[in-house]
């Protein structure tokens, strides 16, 4: 999917290292640490043109250039080779050569003073019980993504007139898309850099900050302890740990470790129900396999149930469970493995009624093809066993650089005419309650086609709507939104008229409603990266959508007929509460936080199909 590739490429150190493969261990045990290339001179150069030109130098439209590269901070770099997604690229250099890579390929010196000011004053009162909020991704354990009226605490006439109240600037950072929360007075988010901030949503001064051990794109999920006493908030790394940290302090309960496969990561918010925790995991292996020397391919997505007590897992459920089996060589001699895929990239929702959580998974990445990838899953929430399997989408097997235009890669892929499209779910399922009285689980797929599921016939298909035309960059990317009568679909496809655009529908048929057509001019204008195709999740409030789209453009649109009340370009750099210099650019992944009468959103997304920026704006009514 498209961020999933901006992760996979993000420094584009991909198919040119040798890979040391790590085996898989149980969660909770040490990896051993993979072997340090043989020491070499610190040259920043060399070490981009042995290791990175090949991908870097090419016009590739998903690989960013060296122009894009440019404009990152060099601690972006560095991290992202040391702790981050490229931490298995970086782990072939040695320290000095990450160091001189990161300088050279950005032109700027590591260890640049960053602003500290921006802390609170006066520390507000955080009483997490009361006032309006949004909690963790979807709102509530459903993932609607539907506000009601008291929280949100805006009109469309008042959506129509807001303004930006305050600016934050992410340091070291190229990508803003961890969403944000607004919990009891206090707004917690993520960033790229691996901090976790806590604010004050009023004027976004800081109260405290958090480090953890790799890049938080996550969202935030507060909970009260188990024993009481005090809050804990909950979310999930780059490097696919799990952490419980107070809310009002931002000090480390406890963090565990989900899988110590090398690609492993956290992407989709953690959901918080009673006293569990449940967390996806998803992986960029996709992106090694690409190289001749890795051994395609080994990961297999999953689904973790912790208690919030202690982090313990209390049931750890992957989405393939055949044999892991060599199925061959490739053309370099290397050995193949397999079936290999199905992450789960998005938050898991909640059926309390049922007792089932479902989760929805991603293409394969080495067969034999199974029957859990591009599907929902329904799994039981005492046992974590599956109880059933909808799949949308069979036979999509698929590495990056299998496309038919990226031959030079190809040395992984399956054979000619059996490559899949790329077709998976990175939208969270929506289970919702239909005006006829039935329940559905509302899903849009990168196919482009949104889907109602029956959660009482194991999954069947209530009914199907084709909104875009669905590609490995387009199609429904990050989450769809329903209030009480309709579905809302917002579709990327590179903003191609009459599939791009935010499509409302029926839900009790998936009847179109209305249709709202990208902006004629992208809110950016032209250049690469610039478009106006719509991958990030989308929020509803009554009678209002808010959209955030690849061009920079923040925009609302009514519910009634899609006609767009309100607009802010947010193509510019900002003066930064916090003293941080700061530009937003494309948005993408997180959506719209609205709570309070204010609209929270993060803008910049420097990587694949998207332009650099590290904004978190805050909009309210005068």
């Not at 008229?497 to 809110?523: C, D, F, I």
Request: glycine share 12%; proline share 6%; charged share 15%.
């Amino acid at each position: 999917m498209l961020n999933r590739y901006s992760i996979i490429l993000a420094l584009g150190f991909i198919g040119t290292v040798t890979v040391i493969r790590a085996q898989q261990v149980p969660a909770g045990r040490g990896a051993q640490a993979p072997a340090q290339a043989a020491a070499a001179p610190a040259d920043g150069a060399s070490v981009y043109l042995n290791m990175c030109a090949q991908c870097h130098n090419t016009d590739d439209p998903r690989i960013p250039s060296a122009a894009t590269l440019r404009q990152r901070t060099p601690d972006a770099v560095l991290d992202a080779l040391t702790t981050g997604v490229m931490r298995a690229q970086g782990a072939e250099l040695t320290e000095p050569q990450r160091r001189a890579v990161a300088e050279y390929v950005t032109g700027k010196t590591l260890g640049g003073a960053t602003a500290s000011i921006g802390k609170c004053t006066t520390v507000p009162a955080f009483n997490p019980g009361q006032g309006p909020s949004w909690n963790g991704w979807g709102v509530d354990v459903t993932n609607t993504r539907f506000q009601p009226a008291a929280q949100a605490q805006l009109t469309p006439e008042q959506a129509s007139k807001l303004t930006l109240k305050w600016a934050f600037g992410y340091p070291n950072a190229n990508t803003a898309r961890a969403q944000p929360t607004i919990v009891g007075g206090r707004l917690f988010v993520g960033n790229q850099n691996g901090e976790v901030y806590s604010l004050d949503p009023k004027t976004g001064c800081t109260i405290w900050t958090f480090k953890a051990d790799a890049a938080v794109r996550t969202g935030i999920v507060i909970g009260p302890k188990p024993a009481g006493g005090g809050w804990l908030a909950y979310f999930g790394d780059q490097r696919a740990s799990a952490y419980a940290i107070d809310a009002a302090t931002g000090t480390r309960v406890w963090m565990t470790r989900l899988d110590e496969h090398p690609n492993a990561l956290i992407t989709g918010t953690p959901t918080l129900y009673q006293n569990r925790l449940y967390v996806p995991v998803s992986s960029v292996e996709e992106g090694r396999g690409s190289a001749a020397t890795y051994e395609c391919c080994t990961f297999r997505g999953s689904l973790a149930a912790l208690n919030i007590a202690d982090g313990a897992v209390v049931w750890h459920t992957h989405t393939i469970d055949a044999p892991l089996t060599e199925i061959g060589k490739n053309s370099a001699g290397t050995t193949k493995r397999g079936p290999a895929g199905a992450s789960i990239w998005s938050s898991p929702t909640v059926d309390v009624r049922r007792r089932m959580i479902y989760a929805a998974t991603g293409n394969m990445y080495t067969g034999p093809q199974q029957p859990t990838s591009d599907s929902v899953i329904a799994f039981d929430m005492t046992t974590g066993k599956i109880a059933w399997i909808r799949q949308a989408l069979a036979k999509d097997i698929f590495l990056v650089g299998c496309s038919e235009n990226a031959g030079r890669n190809a040395v992984n892929c399956p054979p000619p005419g059996e490559a899949g499209p790329d077709f998976d779910f990175g939208s969270s399922p929506i289970l919702t309650r239909l005006p006829n009285g039935k329940d559905a689980i509302i899903i849009g797929q990168k196919s482009g086609e949104g889907w109602a599921f029956d959660p009482d016939n194991k999954g069947a298909v209530i009914w199907h709507y084709q909104a875009g035309r669905g590609s490995a960059l387009g199609g429904m990317e990050w989450g769809s939104a329903v209030d009480s009568e309709n579905a809302y679909f917002a579709v990327a496809d590179g903003g191609a008229p009459q599939t791009a655009g935010l499509h409302a529908v029926k839900l009790n048929t998936g009847e179109r409603v209305w249709y709202a057509p990208p902006p004629a001019t992208p809110a950016c204008g032209t250049g690469r990266g610039c478009n106006a195709a719509l991958s990030a999740a989308i929020t509803v409030v009554p009678g209002v959508i808010f959209v955030g789209g690849m061009d920079g453009g923040m925009r609302a649109h009514s519910t009634k007929d899609g006609s767009l009340l309100w607009e802010f370009n947010t193509n510019r750099e900002f003066q930064t509460v916090n003293g941080v210099k700061a530009s937003g650019a494309s948005i993408n992944q997180s959506g719209p936080t609205v709570v309070g009468g204010m609209v929270f959103v993060n803008s910049g997304f420097g990587s694949l199909g998207g332009r650099p920026g590290n904004v978190l704006l805050a909009f309210g009514v005068d």
